[in-house]
């Protein structure tokens, strides 16, 4: 019974990887470059992508094979949103 508090913090890693990911996704979905407020919806956006990439890596020290190949997915995606905004500035 030892390995279940591993397998439990594993999935909740992940899970926050994943929850921290789909935030500043459906922030990137909602700026505005023209609005008044995205400088401000910018500077958040920048937030949730940085606190996405922290639970990314913390959840990727304890992640199986499957969940890995996910994660890497939602960086590589995280990457492609800041390359994009990136480009708008």
């Known amino acids: 019974?030892?390995?279940y508090p591993y397998n439990k913090d594993k999935q909740q890693?992940?899970?926050?990887?994943?929850?921290?990911?789909?935030?500043?996704?459906?922030?990137?979905?909602t700026i505005v470059s023209d609005s008044a407020s995205y400088?401000?919806?910018?500077?958040?956006l920048k937030d949730e992508v940085n606190e996405a990439y922290q639970q990314i890596e913390n959840a990727l020290e304890v992640a199986s094979e499957h969940q890995r190949a996910q994660l890497e997915r939602f960086q590589?995606?995280?990457q492609t949103m800041v390359?994009?905004?990136?480009?708008?500035d």
């Open 39 to 44: 400088g401000h919806q910018l500077k958040h």
């Open 76 to 78: 590589q995606d995280l």
């Open 1 to 3: 019974m030892q390995k």
């Open 83 to 88: 390359s994009e905004v990136n480009q708008e």
């Open 13 to 29: 890693a992940f899970q926050a990887a994943q929850q921290g990911y789909e935030n500043a996704q459906g922030l990137y979905e």
